[in-house]
């Protein structure tokens, strides 16, 4: 850790945070598929991002399966898969991609810079700190552009298809986490098999290091984040004044 990696994370939190309002007041009065033009961009630029990092992990490795260990099944990078749905999606699916893009954009972009350790950790300089960085920073444009356009409408018929998205993200992972653990390409998805120095020691401690129950924890707990943020998006939006 130095105040280098501090004053470079924050640097691209700033930037992408005034692209975020820059392209959302561009396309404020633009119509629905014009709106999703940015996102689409966005979605294709992280998705390239990301396989660079992967073939590179493979080559340094000298081992083609090592892009077992960097599936996008973490929490921070399960946005690969749900914005291009939210970006080239249809109907009821893209609606839902884009919310659950909004909801988890956030937490995503949070725990891919300033939580994560192993960017503070790395050269400030390294090829991973500056992708994983850079694909982190698009999260959060992607979810703060969504919020700022409104694209995202919280539907209450479509929560269970967000629901449903997070749920076989989860199932997903831990599946891959059984199987890969304990091997060289242990990954430790969504922190369903142990806490690895993060918060959720507390709740590996509530489960009193009971692997099971700790993982069921973990699941429900992204759960309830997620239901706060859409208690609290109806909130805001039912005491928002509306525009005459």
């Given at each position: 850790?130095?105040?280098?990696?501090?004053?470079?994370?924050?640097?691209?939190?700033?930037?992408?945070?005034?692209?975020?309002?820059?392209?959302a007041r561009?396309y404020?009065?633009?119509?629905?598929?014009?709106?999703?033009?940015?996102?689409?961009v966005?979605s294709?630029?992280?998705?390239?991002?990301?396989t660079?990092?992967?073939?590179?992990?493979?080559?340094?490795?000298?081992?083609?399966?090592?892009?077992?260990?960097?599936?996008?099944?973490?929490?921070?990078?399960?946005?690969?898969?749900?914005?291009?749905?939210?970006?080239?999606?249809?109907?009821?699916?893209?609606?839902?991609?884009?919310d659950?893009?909004?909801?988890?954009?956030?937490i995503?972009?949070?725990?891919?810079?300033?939580?994560?350790?192993?960017?503070?950790a790395?050269?400030?300089?390294?090829?991973?700190?500056?992708?994983?960085?850079?694909?982190?920073?698009?999260?959060?444009?992607?979810?703060l552009?969504?919020?700022?356009?409104?694209?995202s409408?919280?539907?209450?018929?479509n929560?269970?298809?967000?629901?449903a998205?997070?749920?076989?993200?989860?199932?997903?992972?831990?599946?891959?986490?059984?199987?890969?653990?304990?091997?060289?390409?242990?990954?430790?998805?969504?922190?369903?098999?142990h806490?690895?120095?993060?918060?959720?020691?507390?709740?590996?401690?509530?489960?009193?290091?009971?692997?099971?129950l700790?993982?069921?924890?973990?699941?429900?707990?992204?759960?309830?984040?997620?239901?706060?943020?859409?208690?609290?998006?109806?909130?805001?939006?039912?005491?928002k004044?509306?525009?005459n």
């Amino acid at each position: 850790f130095s105040w280098q990696h501090l004053v470079f994370v924050t640097c691209a939190i700033l930037i992408t945070v005034l692209l975020s309002v820059f392209f959302a007041r561009k396309y404020k009065d633009k119509n629905r598929n014009e709106k999703l033009r940015p996102l689409k961009v966005a979605s294709i630029i992280m998705l390239s991002a990301e396989t660079l990092k992967i073939i590179l992990v493979c080559f340094r490795n000298h081992d083609v399966w090592a892009f077992r260990s960097v599936l996008p099944l973490f929490l921070c990078s399960i946005l690969l898969i749900s914005l291009p749905i939210a970006a080239f999606g249809k109907g009821r699916v893209q609606e839902s991609a884009l919310d659950f893009t909004q909801i988890f954009g956030y937490i995503a972009c949070l725990a891919g810079t300033y939580l994560a350790g192993n960017i503070f950790a790395s050269p400030i300089l390294s090829f991973h700190v500056n992708v994983s960085v850079f694909t982190h920073c698009i999260s959060c444009f992607a979810a703060l552009y969504i919020t700022l356009t409104g694209l995202s409408k919280m539907e209450k018929k479509n929560i269970w298809i967000v629901s449903a998205i997070l749920l076989v993200f989860e199932i997903a992972a831990l599946i891959v986490d059984i199987i890969q653990t304990p091997s060289p390409y242990e990954g430790n998805y969504m922190f369903l098999i142990h806490p690895a120095g993060t918060p959720f020691s507390i709740l590996m401690n509530a489960a009193g290091n009971i692997q099971a129950l700790y993982t069921f924890f973990v699941m429900a707990i992204y759960f309830i984040y997620m239901f706060l943020f859409i208690g609290g998006y109806y909130l805001i939006t039912k005491f928002k004044p509306k525009a005459n």
